[in-house]
């Protein structure tokens, strides 16, 4: 996906401005947080599974090797192929080579963020072959040619009036408005390309090292279709989605639905394990794993590693002041909201992701929901730390910040200097107590009021106590 | 030239501070942990199952009914075609061949379905009670489209196959199947989506409704066990 997320700031408040979105991004507060909570209580000891599950990756990650080479060993004795693709281009290398060999006219896709990383429905479309995405969220985006804005939801930023006035256009049909009825439209125009496709392409949730399966996770129906009926299934996905055993995917299947949207379990789990038998009666005749790095071993090797036990729930997201603010798209790539401001920066570099590391308050509600333990807001300011030494930050970021240093290496100077500040706001503050433009901060209170301090610093208030 | 096989590993390596592959004594390590199929943290050690199983199908929008045993399992499938206002007109699983539909007054096919199939009919191989889940297992009898590609979906489930958790289905597949079946299926209610505005619509790209019924007496692996035979003659291929 071509990436846009050295504009973070510029689209940001481009976001904060559009009225649709924001009433659209409300039901991220409405549903998911609530939801989340509620799917959470019902676990007899959360903390305890969520400890047990951030083990599990861990354990994944510290041998990866190890479980990658045992999980192509048992898919491949069971008739499967396993490729290894270092790159986006890779795969899509891979995949069309595997679409034309087969004579393969039509795919139909299940939903993958693996695939948008790669582009890969523009290589094959390139390569004279059909490509349709049938999770309904992300059939929408294809009308619409638009890239996902939520790693699970992926047109929340869509209104129902919106998504009628596609399907009326697109579809040359009346235009409707229930809800009910535009999803039945979907399924009606989508069930004959589940029927007729020779290749369905799926991402995986998990692979599983024991067994050499892949694992997929669904509400609608889509991704057993896609795995079902096409003689040629395809699953693409990261190297570091491998998982010891079953039981470990159980243990993350407690909390992968829970966090995303509150739902004990997805509606289908789906496991698949090679090609279908002769005595089968369906199932697909091929079964092609593909292996992507694509930047995952060298996040391994970085300070960041922590950030490849995400298993992809949309939890961090959810839950993230800015995020809810602006929605997906200002991140201008994949992944939004915290996970994608560590994902993208270490997939497409620090230099060409200056403010996502800095598109976070570091209120920590991410860490504190993240089913995996993902210390999100230390690897933000991990990153922070880097562009700073690599000297990366803007020169009047890196003054300030080298004055504060030098000024709080001087405990007296510091003192008179933060009361004389804290004076000068809690005035500037007036009646109302907020400060509607800061002086040497209009970005910050551009958006919003700065409240403003009590007039006394936490130190002489500290000093003043016996 | 090295492919991107062992380059990919050899960076994975390299990450983790190894030139090779982990040391004998750590691959034993390793491959004792998968053999030991250890399970996190699981509920439910005081349920009674099948009052679980019920009330969370319940939850995921699944609708229940139950039967004494086996043979009476075709006249509470007509009772709910009835009631839904649904033809009595099926494609059953093949597993499911040998029951006696026809007296019922049910028009049962025995096969894989097709596209205009609207009912589909099918056994479960296990139940979950934690979540309500039934656990389909792909085989020669038990086609996977049966449970997908119909508006409406029944399903049998066994009373004295319905387990605890997921860890539990995985060991009891285990311990029967002498080969780890293709596909394995955790449905848990009609197929559904909240893409739009973040509301629920049931029906999604699988089946509108599923319709459980609970067979109290009787093990369906018997019954499939002699059903075979029929099955095979009975399929279109
Ligand atoms: S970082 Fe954690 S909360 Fe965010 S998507 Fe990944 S697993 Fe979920």
């Not at chain 1, 549903?31 to 083990?55: K, S, T, Y």
Request: hydrophobic share 45%; aromatic share 6%; net charge neutral.
């Amino acid at each position: 996906m071509h990436a846009t997320s050295m504009h973070f700031k510029s689209r940001a408040a481009e976001k904060l401005a559009d009225g649709d979105l924001r009433a659209a991004l409300d039901g991220l507060k409405r549903r998911f947080v609530p939801a989340r909570a509620a799917a959470i209580a019902e676990l007899d000891d959360f903390e305890a599974v969520r400890e047990a599950a951030a083990e599990i990756r861990d354990r994944a990650l510290e041998h990866l090797d190890f479980f990658l080479e045992a999980f192509e060993r048992n898919c491949t004795a069971r008739g499967a192929v396993v490729h290894w693709a270092e790159t986006w281009a890779d795969v899509n290398a891979i995949v069309v080579a595997i679409a034309r060999d087969n004579g393969v006219r039509k795919a139909v896709k299940s939903k993958s963020m693996v695939s948008e990383e790669c582009a890969l429905n523009a290589a094959l479309e390139a390569a004279g072959i059909a490509v349709v995405e049938t999770d309904l969220g992300e059939y929408i985006l294809q009308l619409g040619h638009e890239p996902p804005s939520h790693i699970i939801a992926p047109v929340i930023h869509k209104t129902r009036d919106q998504v009628s006035d596609l399907f009326a256009a697109k579809h040359a049909s009346p235009r409707k408005t229930d809800i009910g009825e535009l999803t039945r439209e979907a399924r009606e125009r989508l069930r004959p390309h589940f029927l007729s496709a020779d290749m369905g392409i799926t991402g995986a949730n998990f692979i599983v090292a024991e067994t050499g399966s892949t694992l997929i996770v669904t509400n609608e129906g889509n991704g057993r279709m896609a795995t079902t009926l096409p003689r040629v299934h395809v699953a693409i996905t990261g190297i570091e989605k491998v998982v010891p055993t079953l039981e470990d995917v159980a243990t993350l299947l407690r909390l992968l639905p829970r966090s995303a949207t509150g739902q004990s379990i997805s509606n289908y789990v789906s496991l698949t394990t090679g090609i279908r038998d002769a005595a089968e009666l369906d199932g697909p005749e091929q079964f092609h794993v593909v292996l992507l790095d694509g930047g995952r071993s060298r996040i391994l090797a970085s300070e960041v590693r922590a950030i490849l036990r995400c298993i992809r729930c949309g939890a961090c997201m959810n839950h993230c002041p800015v995020y809810q603010s602006v929605g997906g798209h200002a991140y201008g790539w994949v992944y939004p909201g915290p996970m994608g401001s560590v994902l993208t920066p270490s997939y497409l570099g620090l230099e060409n992701a200056l403010d996502l590391p800095h598109a976070a308050t570091l209120c920590n509600q991410c860490g504190v929901v993240c089913p995996v333990k993902i210390p999100l807001p230390g690897l933000l300011r991990k990153l922070r730390e880097q562009q700073y030494e690599r000297g990366l930050r803007p020169w009047h970021e890196r003054m300030a910040l080298a004055g504060w240093a030098r000024l709080a290496a001087h405990p007296r100077l510091y003192a008179l200097a933060t009361s004389l500040a804290a004076k000068l706001l809690c005035w500037l503050g007036g009646h109302e107590r907020r400060i509607a433009r800061l002086p040497f901060g209009r970005g910050w209170s551009g958006g919003r009021d700065m409240p403003a301090p009590a007039g006394k610093t936490f130190r002489a208030l500290y000093g003043k106590q016996d | 030239m090295s492919s991107a096989r062992d380059r990919i590993l050899a960076s994975v390596r390299a990450a983790l501070g190894r030139s090779g592959a982990p040391p004998q004594a750590q691959q034993g390590a390793l491959a004792a942990y998968i053999a030991a199929h250890s399970s996190g943290p699981c509920p439910g050690a005081d349920w009674d199952l099948l009052a679980r199983f019920q009330s969370r199908a319940l939850l995921l929008s699944s609708t229940l009914d139950d039967a004494e045993t086996m043979a009476g399992v075709p006249a509470a499938v007509a009772r709910y075609l009835a009631a839904q206002g649904l033809l009595p007109q099926a494609v059953v699983s093949p597993e499911l061949a040998r029951l006696d539909w026809q007296g019922a007054g049910i028009h049962a096919e025995a096969r894989r379905a097709q596209a205009h199939d609207l009912v589909g009919i099918t056994g479960s191989y296990c139940a979950i009670a934690e979540t309500g889940t039934l656990v389909m297992v792909s085989g020669a009898s038990a086609p996977p489209s049966n449970s997908l590609l119909p508006e409406t979906h029944i399903a049998i489930v066994h009373a004295a196959r319905i387990v605890r958790c997921m860890e539990d289905a995985f060991a009891l597949l285990r311990a029967e199947q002498p080969r780890w079946p293709r596909s394995v299926n955790f449905v848990s209610g009609p197929s559904r989506t909240a893409d739009i505005e973040q509301t629920i619509v049931l029906g999604a790209h699988g089946p509108y409704r599923v319709h459980v019924i609970v067979a109290r007496a009787g093990s369906l692996a018997a019954e499939a066990d002699s059903s075979q035979c029929h099955a095979r003659a009975r399929q279109r291929s």
